[in-house]
């Protein structure tokens, strides 16, 4: 079977149709770009002497794996579960004519954890952060014809970094699954000219009716000019061509109604409306960098006690995702599977997704945005507290945001679940000045989403009360929650308290997060769900009505979230099964949601 995988896949890159051959990042698309996925050369290094060894400047690797999927996974055609945490890949490849006189831009979607890359044995630099893009100038270090590439993979089994789901030990346990170790996403090429965008931000502002880009480029610009291109659904609205006079470029459009009656296309999950734009830089009147992206018109907000979505209360009902696939783990198998993911969150009845635990690829957020769905976008956690853990999560939630900012279907950001990695703050100061942290950090590189620091309990600074309750049914459910005041402030699980010492309620909306988790009945005893099991789909449904009826007729409640989209290895609480199908007649999970 392993060797049919690398067989077919050989195949495949023979043909041009590589594993996930899609273009990565669709918010920042450029035309001239070469994808490296496929079979790469591969292998382990227990002993971690590859580098001493200097495996970059050439060596015979005894495996072969099939890239961007990790090696734990039936699909990079290894499937070994065993635990390694030194990591080697090579590939050679060859620069397009296209790319002659450019700059030439090497990217990697992610590596778990920590990486460091060669080419043609040339050390070209590392990076540390489990779930997030970097790249490289490799320009000085390409030859004519074909270049070596070489990856140096680090994932050990400690609790510093951000894990998320991923477990530490051998074998899944409990609600953690078997880890994503070294390339995980995409691998390419990019070309670009002398002067190039090296990060975007667009920020709609619907009250304004105005749109606001921000360019950071490469270097100070020189007689340089930006030219920007709004279109909506192929007409051009809007083309706006303004001198660069600095590296951190700002231009404001003014997006007004295109007459006095119709409203500008807002986004929301009913109608998730984009506008396509286009921007090309000049420099010395020679076009140095060209891309595409898009932008919806939304808006995120709270007043009193409501959450707003484009200034109309709106109620959240969201699954929780953890974004794991049978035969490829974190990485999603292909583009259709993502697809397939949302449109089925969406005929249940859901108009939102947690994605938990997980950054995920760039690609899902696309489809989110594309499809109608509202994002919860939330750190992996990491669970060893100390000045490395503290570090590791805030520079790997800087990139994060700094990736997906501009996707309107994220809503919120959740920086820490349910105390994980900060066990102590429900009285450690330490421990809560680093979620007010956290917090102050994500509101002051983005204003215009929702926050909910620490999900679930021990709350500390947060836009969002965020409630993990999983009572089954509506009369313990009822009992608790009838009196807003006293449940406010205690115990709503019987052991967190909803609010760290020394922080209180102070008006924030209320969503209970996390509730549900019904799995059926099982013989196998290591799968597990919460509150015991159900036998059929109609004791499915009499709790599943039960418990979603209690939460939505509890006045003060503002939305939900259930456990979960799909059963994840021993995990077995999802409404469809780890390979995509349903439990239960969906329809009817459906007409559950919308019941008033």
């Known amino acids: 079977m392993i060797r049919l995988i690398i067989w077919e896949m050989k195949a495949l890159n023979n043909m041009t149709n590589q594993p996930r051959s899609e273009y990565p990042r669709p918010d920042f698309e450029r035309a001239e770009w070469l994808n490296l996925n496929g079979v790469w050369n591969f292998e382990f290094d227990d002993e971690n002497a590859g580098e001493e060894q200097r495996w970059y400047r050439g060596k015979e690797f005894s495996k072969e794996i099939v890239v961007p999927f990790c090696y734990q996974s039936e699909l990079s055609g290894i499937a070994g579960r065993e635990m ?29 954890y920590a990486a460091k890359v060669w080419i043609n044995g040339e050390y070209a630099g590392k990076h540390q952060g489990g779930y997030v893009p970097f790249k490289f100038d490799i320009t000085g270090s390409i030859r004519p014809g074909k270049n070596r590439l070489t990856v140096k993979a680090e994932d050990r089994y400690e609790c510093t970094q951000p894990r998320g789901k991923q477990y530490w030990k051998e074998n899944p346990d409990r609600c953690w699954y078997t880890a994503t170790s070294g390339i995980w996403q995409t691998v390419w090429l990019e070309a670009v000219g002398g002067l190039y965008v090296d990060k975007l931000r667009i920020t709609p502002d619907i009250d304004r009716k105005t749109v606001l880009t921000e360019i950071f480029l490469n270097r100070e610009p020189e007689n340089a000019e930006l030219t920007v291109v709004v279109d909506y659904k192929g007409q051009e609205k809007k083309k706006i061509t303004a001198g660069i006079d600095r590296r951190i470029f700002k231009l404001t459009i003014d997006m007004a109604e295109e007459d006095y009656i119709d409203e500008i296309h807002y986004w929301k999950p009913e109608t998730p409306n984009l506008y396509d734009v286009r921007f090309t830089v000049k420099e010395d009147g020679i076009r140095s960098d060209e891309f595409k992206s898009y932008f919806g018109m939304r808006k995120i907000s709270v007043k009193g006690d409501f959450i707003l979505l484009n200034n109309s209360p709106y109620y959240q009902k969201l699954i929780l995702d953890q974004g794991y696939w049978p035969e490829s783990l974190l990485t999603p198998p292909s583009d259709r599977a993502i697809i397939h993911d949302i449109e089925m969150t969406k005929k249940m009845g859901f108009n939102g997704a947690r994605k938990h635990q997980k950054i995920e690829d760039p690609r899902y957020y696309y489809w989110a945005d594309k499809l109608g769905l509202l994002v919860w976008g939330e750190m992996p956690a990491a669970y060893d507290f100390s000045i490395e853990e503290t570090q590791n999560i805030t520079t790997e939630m800087i990139e994060f945001v700094n990736r997906d900012y501009n996707h309107p279907c994220i809503v919120a950001w959740v920086p820490l679940n349910e105390s994980w990695g900060v066990r102590n703050i429900y009285t450690d100061r330490t421990q809560q000045d680093f979620a007010k942290s956290l917090y102050y950090i994500l509101r002051s590189m983005d204003k215009t989403r929702l926050i909910s620091t620490n999900d679930g309990w021990e709350q500390v600074e947060s836009d969002i009360c965020g409630i993990h309750d999983y009572e089954a049914w509506s009369g313990e459910f009822n009992e608790k929650y009838h009196d807003k ?74 939305g939900y979230c259930y456990t979960q989209l799909t059963d994840v290895m021993q995990e077995i609480n999802g409404l469809l099964t780890a390979d995509r199908k349903p439990k239960v007649d969906i329809e009817a999970i459906r007409k559950v949601n919308e019941v008033k």
């Open 84 to 112: 390694h945490e030194y990591l080697w890949y090579e590939r050679e490849f060859e620069i397009p004519e296209s790319f002659a006189g450019k700059k030439v831009l090497l990217y990697f979607g992610a590596v778990d």
């Open 485 to 558: 005041e006293q449940m406010l402030t205690g115990s709503v699980n019987n052991w967190r308290l909803l609010y760290a010492e020394g922080t209180e309620y102070g008006g924030q909306p209320i969503l209970v997060s996390e509730y549900g988790g019904i799995a059926f009945e099982s013989e196998d005893s290591g799968n597990w769900g919460y509150n015991g099991t159900v036998v059929d789909e109609n004791s499915f449904f009499e709790r599943f009505g039960d418990i979603t009826g209690a939460i939505k007729n509890t006045p003060y409640i503002r």
